[in-house]
């Protein structure tokens, strides 16, 4: 094991949080315990020096040398708005550009933020799968604040609204980069009840522990594997994902993984090599390599984003598991058996760490503090596996991942994976995305707003024939098999969030954000015979680096526009039909397209009334950004 002296202070960060005027929050990753001292310098105004101390700066080990620190500032006097404040963070008495100098653009001497007074506009993206073939959509965002020659030139903040890692969908060069950082870290390990093997470093060490970790799954009594018992024969391996031969298990994977799809750093520390595998596989390992290498090139730039613009995230499913907390049924089965629990428990536990902890500090105390216990108390670089389990079952009882942001207009984040309103009666159908005391105190939130944000994961109004067809499939007993995760799949959710819109105390300008489905796509969505509105807006980007099947959303589009044209009969059995959908057309649509199918980040520019005034797609191939077109 090297010696924490050879690894550098710094692992992965900063990564803005949260910012407001009154208020900094940082995220970074240290490979010991860091003396911080952070510096702002306010234009035409004084340095402010800033020594960190245990109250503004949280730890949190999670290995050897691998230590999470939450910077927390809150500041006596309100910053100035809309104006660009150089910060640096001091590790030792060395700045960034001595640590991280790839972290600063051009030859800026520090790092710099922007505290808007309103959001003026913002980007957004989701779905970052590293060894998709598409180039990284946060790039995109590299380049507008290179570009960016005025504080009015740059976005508010990043929305991330889900499937920031894809924690059941590893590349093998990805999993072996993995394996590599956690002995590199020393980060730690865990014991596994109700798996073949015994703790993590078997795990690691088992021949299928690459491309064949269905093998490794829990049996039953009567050695039937879990995805057996999870589908009846149908031949989709660990939990749902059809691509989950490399399923992420421990709290370790879980946490490399972030560290090396969010920073250069940790990819300088390690050397992987390929792993003993059969001939097919060592070519799918080989392509792989050639995609996970260009991921790694681009991220000095993605890291330059994070160090610059406030950054804010809430899950989806692949950020724990595909189809996380899809129907009762599926709950019962993954939370009924002690591996699958701690695999879901681990992704989550990460995810709190890595994301949620930065949204919103203040609702984790107590979940900080047994995460603290828990990890301050190793023995034999092992967690206790006990402990383990209690904080695992504090997570999934946890319910405060929502937040909203008291911006102009307000931004508020929906949870639409943990409050979930489960089919009781239908256990096996997906359950509505809010239950009623979510979707309540929603409605709560929103009353007397002019305007408002609503960042939704999955579209609220998406594509009537694709959400035909997933109803199609759950009415036959496998929503599983399409992904059957939308609004509408659930009357009860369906009728209370369509309520919402209506209720005459709820914003006049609704600007909803998704992302989920890997393509782009705008509706001006009106409520019929009511010319008083409101007036929303369902604003759907395409994944961050991901895509949908080209001929077949080609196929999908070209079927609902024929079938669910505004005079189709067919709209009168929809739940929307009381509301009128009008699609938007990306500007290089070549024939009649609404859907718009290039990996990339969404931009949208809010004029004072909160409303849309200009809807973007930036498109990571390096072609000219697709603006969104209403019609005349």
Known sequence: MPPSDTLPAVIAGPLLRRLEPQRLVIWLVGSRVLPLCLKLQVPQGQTLTIDLDT?????????????????????????????????????????????????????????????????????????????????????????????????????????????????????????????????RLALFDEYLEGAVVDDSASLYGHRASYYHRADLLPALDSNETLRERFFGGVKKPIFTSSTADNHLVTFAEV???????????????????????????????????VQVDRFRDGLPGVARVFAHLSTLMIFDDHDITDDWNLSAQWEATAYGHPFSKRIIGNALLAYMLCQGWGNQPDVFGKLLEHTQALTANVQDNHLHASAHDELVQTLLKFQHWHYVLPTTPALVVLDTRTRRWRSEFALKQPSGLLDWEALSELQQALLDHPSAIIVSPAPIFGVKLIETVQKVFSWCGYPLLVDAENWMAHRGAAQVILNIFRHSRTPGNYVILSGDVHY????????????????????????????????????FDRLNRWLYSPRSPLNGFTRRRTMQVVPHIPEHAEAGERLWNSAGIGQVFFNAQGQPEGIYQHNADGKPRTRMVAPK
């Not at 290995?63 to 590790?91: N, T």
């Not at 051009?106 to 933020?113: C, E, H, R, V």
């Not at 980007?123 to 570009?147: F, Q, W, Y």
């Not at 250069?264 to 596989?281: D, H």
Request: charged share 15%; glycine share 4%; hydrophobic share 45%.
């Open 520 to 555: 782009s796509f705008v509706y001006e969505v009106l409520i019929r015979h009511r010319s008083a509105g409101p007036k929303i807006w369902q604003i759907t980007s395409s994944g961050i680096k991901n895509q949908f099947p080209a001929r077949l959303l080609e196929w």
């Open 255 to 289: 946490l490399a993984m972030y560290l090396l799809v969010w920073s250069p750093t940790p990819w300088t520390l390690i050397t992987p090599q390929p792993p003993s595998l059969s001939t097919p596989e060592h070519l799918r390992y080989d392509h792989e390599q």
């Open 55 to 183: 109250q503004q700066c949280q730890v949190v080990p999670v290995g050897r040398h691998a230590f999470i620190h939450l910077i927390d500032v809150s500041l006596s006097e309100a910053l100035p708005l809309d104006v660009s404040i150089d910060y640096d963070l001091l590790v030792d008495g060395c700045g960034i550009a001595q640590w991280a100098p790839h972290l600063l653009y051009a030859d800026a001497p520090s790092a710099n933020f922007v505290v808007h007074s309103r959001i003026h506009q913002l980007v957004h993206g989701s779905c970052r799968k590293p060894h998709h073939h598409a180039d990284d959509g946060l790039l995109c965002v590299d380049r507008l604040l290179a570009d960016a020659r005025a504080p009015a030139e740059r976005p508010a903040l990043l929305m991330m609204s889900g499937d920031q890692v894809y924690a059941d969908d590893v590349a093998g060069p990805m999993l072996r980069a993995i394996h590599a950082l956690i002995a």
